[in-house]
C-alpha cells in the first residue's frame, strides 16, 4: 500500500513557506423572489414610456424647428 506523499516545494521550503491548503466552499441556497420579475416589467415599462415621450417630443421640436425655417 502507497500514501500519497506531497510533492517537495523546494522554494517554499528555502523561503520557510507553508503551503496553502484550499478552502472548503460552502453552497448557499438562494431562493428566487417572487417579486423580481414584476419589479423588472414595471421597470422596462418605464423606460419604454420615458424614450416614447423623449421621441415626441424630438419630433415636436423638430417640427417646430422646420416650419420657423420654412417662413
Given at each position: ?39 423588472d ?14 421621441g ?16
Amino acid at each position: 500500500m502507497q500514501t500519497h506523499q506531497p510533492k517537495e516545494d523546494k522554494i517554499a521550503d528555502s523561503l520557510d513557506l507553508i503551503p496553502m491548503q484550499p478552502e472548503e466552499k460552502v453552497l448557499v441556497e438562494s431562493k428566487p423572489s417572487d417579486n423580481i420579475p414584476e419589479k423588472d416589467l414595471e421597470y422596462s415599462r418605464e423606460n419604454l414610456y420615458h424614450l416614447i415621450e423623449r421621441g415626441r417630443d424630438d419630433i415636436k421640436s423638430s417640427r417646430s424647428k422646420s416650419i420657423t425655417k420654412s417662413l
